[in-house]
């Protein structure tokens, strides 16, 4: 991993480009080996911690995208010294955070004061072990009427045994982005289920060739499609049991879905943050179900595709044709602050303004903040803006909403799974339907290496 130290107040940067964001799933995240952070303590914190220095910088890891937060907050609180390093946020499941956190428990020191991860299944891991890195936020250290503000279930992936260990940065349900310029002029009108996803991709490559309407060139393409189609590939069930069933009817629908789509051309295999995804489609993105946080990281990024006003709308999770809608969720992020902390206050001032403070999370944040009361905010702002078609705040609210529990959250990546195991046989022609026997092995394997019963 490599980090990179500047010294806070900085010039803000620019635009932002965010790699990852979050879901509010409805199943709480569990995980073995629970350490002694959750027991009672005198501590006023709910666990033992270091000897506090009061005055003392604290050290805040970030990806890039997040450095306007950190800038935020040094112009709101210019007393308190914070010494920003960053680093990839472990995006795509890179493990860069677990690596340097174990190095430095080996070392017995050097650890951060605050996190940022991409990655809602650190928690898994951060919150375990003799000494955890996490520290329990619900048990004495933040006030109960705050850690309340966050949107319900936000939470639930960075609750493990019933405690919080981080809070979120943004909600990252998929939904259906589509241009509806394009769908005015070619006559098209705006699929509802899987189904038609698939019929209108079939007309598009054979009357529009070279638009397109989605993408599977990402890591978490498992999390647009697999999530949002019910296939049950990613299951965690209590506290150490795993299971992937690439054979699910659900699961063999979407793969041969997506493996027509890609065949025909409507569906790519190129990562939306490529500059050759921005050169070849930048205008010719009909639809791109994906995460709420490509509002700002895509369409109104000026070094992405950089949409017109008003061509843009954020459609409602697709469906199987005769049930009910639900949706997957793309990152989002979390905040987590180290037991081994000797700022514990500082901290706690640091993580309570970068996750609901407007400075940030209505002013300059790109996605759909995870505090209730700056989400709110947020979706007022970018209805008056007029910048999306359609319904944009409804559509994403009820989105939040239908983010399917049958998919969990392990103390391993699975989209690093799919990135090794999937991505380059893809890239080499094979189908997708062929490779799901291999992604459920792989995925069984990793579950066994990281101590959990596979069924």
Not at 116 to 130: E, I, K, R, Y
Not at 273 to 283: I, L, N, P, R
Not at 398 to 420: C, L
């Amino acid at each position: 991993m490599s980090l990179r130290t500047r010294s806070a107040g900085r010039t803000r940067y620019g635009r932002l480009a965010l790699t990852a964001a979050l879901v509010v799933p409805a199943l709480a995240l569990s995980a073995c080996g629970g350490g002694t952070s959750g027991a009672a303590t005198d501590s006023p914190y709910g666990f033992e911690a270091e000897e506090q220095e009061a005055d003392s910088p604290i050290t805040v890891w970030v990806d890039a995208s997040r450095e306007p937060a950190v800038d935020a907050f040094t112009k709101a609180h210019p007393d308190i010294p914070v010494n920003v390093e960053t680093y990839d946020g472990g995006a795509n499941g890179s493990g860069s955070f677990q690596t340097k956190i174990t190095a430095f428990d080996q070392a017995g020191s050097g650890w951060p004061d605050v996190v940022f991860s991409t990655q809602n299944n650190d928690a898994a891991w951060a919150a375990v072990g003799q000494t955890p890195f996490a520290a329990p936020l619900d048990q004495g250290y933040f006030d109960q009427e705050f850690l309340d503000g966050f949107t319900p279930g936000a939470l639930n992936p960075t609750t493990v045994d019933g405690t919080v260990y981080g809070l979120r940065n943004d909600l990252a349900s998929v939904v259906t982005w589509y241009d509806q310029s394009l769908f005015d002029e070619f006559g098209y009108e705006l699929p509802t289920t899987w189904e038609e996803y698939q019929e209108l991709g079939e007309r598009v490559a054979e009357e529009h060739p070279g638009y397109i309407v989605g993408s599977v060139g990402d890591a978490w393409a498992p999390e647009v499609y697999f999530w949002g189609a019910k296939a049950p590939i990613n299951t965690v069930t209590g506290t150490d049991t795993f299971s992937a069933d690439t054979s699910d009817p659900n699961a063999v629908k979407m793969a041969e879905l997506l493996d027509s789509m890609i065949e025909s051309g409507s569906v790519v295999q190129d990562s939306v943050f490529d500059a050759e995804f921005v050169q070849k489609y930048t205008g010719k993105v009909l639809m791109l179900p994906g995460p709420v946080w490509f509002s700002g990281a895509l369409f109104q990024n000026a070094d992405s595709l950089d949409a017109p006003e008003g061509t843009i709308g954020a459609g409602l999770p697709l469906a199987w044709e005769g049930e009910d809608p639900v949706t997957g969720n793309v990152g989002g992020g979390t905040w987590f602050i180290s037991q081994h902390s000797k700022n514990l206050e500082a901290a706690k001032t640091f993580l309570e303004f970068v996750t609901s403070a407007d400075e940030y999370q209505v002013d300059l944040a790109p996605g759909l903040p995870a505090y209730a009361s700056a989400a709110d905010q947020w979706l007022k702002n970018q209805a008056e803006s007029g910048y999306f078609a359609g319904d944009f705040a409804t559509n994403v609210t009820t989105a939040s909403g239908q983010v399917w529990d049958g998919w969990g959250y392990p103390r391993f990546s699975q989209e690093a799974v799919f990135a090794k195991t999937v991505t380059p046989e893809l890239a080499a022609g094979k189908k997708l339907v062929d490779l799901l026997p291999d992604w459920q092995t792989a995925l069984e394997n990793e579950a066994q290496v990281n101590g959990y019963t596979v069924e």
